[in-house]
């Protein structure tokens, strides 16, 4: 089983949605939790990071962090044909080298 | 300012060649990271660099893959004897001794052993 769970989608929506994007993880040490936006043959582009629970916003995208249930949410309000791209879940502990854990990604297409 | 910046930005191989894939980070990142990005795998980390200590190899798939970084900044990855499970992209983040959580990739390199 991969330390981080991110459902693969596509997950299309219409222009103007709010969409929810998630990942589950297994890694109780994990304390940094960060969403990449990544375009077609692009490097990942980080958009979020929020250390330990509680929730991030930043514009048009929150981030969440339920640590109890080891659960990650990103939430697009008003989502973009523009925002159409894969979104990696990231996750790394607190000390040592800090390498981000990866989920798989989730592929999103707004629909104009 | 620059972000990362990454070379070739494809590079298609024979298998059993070797091949050298260069990382230039951002400018007084100290921290210095490489994964690799393969279909059905995602992104999984292979070495990390910080300053002048030794590197943390723990990632690195097989003693073909091999990484060096110069003067504390260009790094080199390099895969000897490349096989074909070796294709992917192979991605280069770089970020701040204090902010290692906010790593910035550059555009990365795709690899193709044929």
């Known amino acids: 089983q991969k330390e981080v769970e991110q459902d693969p989608g596509p997950l299309s929506v219409p222009e103007g949605a709010i969409v929810s994007l998630n990942c589950t993880y297994s890694?109780?040490?994990?304390?940094?939790f960060m969403w990449y936006r990544q375009y077609s043959r692009k490097g990942p582009e980080l958009l979020m990071y929020?250390?330990?629970?509680g929730n991030k916003e930043d514009g048009r995208f929150t981030a969440q962090v339920d640590k109890s249930s080891k659960y990650i949410s990103l939430f697009i309000r008003d989502s973009q044909p523009s925002d159409s791209a894969t979104y990696l879940c990231?996750?790394?502990?607190?000390?040592?080298?800090?390498?981000?854990?990866f989920g798989s990604g989730t592929r999103l297409q707004v629909q104009p | 300012g620059a972000g990362v910046s990454q070379s070739p930005s494809n590079k298609v191989t024979e298998k059993g060649k070797d091949v050298e894939l260069r990382c230039d980070p951002i400018?007084?990142?100290?921290?210095l990271y490489w994964y690799r990005q393969s279909l059905g795998q995602g992104l999984e980390f292979l070495i990390y660099?910080?300053?002048?200590?030794?590197?943390?190899k723990s990632g690195l798939p097989s003693d073909r893959f091999s990484a060096e970084r110069t003067g504390g900044s260009v790094s080199t990855l390099t895969i000897q004897r490349t096989q074909q499970e070796d294709s992917a992209v192979y991605l280069c983040?770089?970020?701040?001794?204090?902010?290692?959580?906010?790593?910035?990739f550059g555009p990365g390199t795709r690899l193709t052993v044929t």
């Open positions: 660099f910080q300053g002048n200590s030794a590197p943390d």
């Open positions: 890694n109780s040490a994990f304390q940094y």
């Open positions: 929020t250390y330990s629970s």
């Open positions: 983040a770089s970020t701040g001794r204090l902010t290692t959580y906010e790593q910035y």
């Open positions: 990231a996750m790394s502990v607190d000390t040592g080298r800090r390498a981000l854990t």
């Open positions: 400018s007084g990142h100290t921290a």
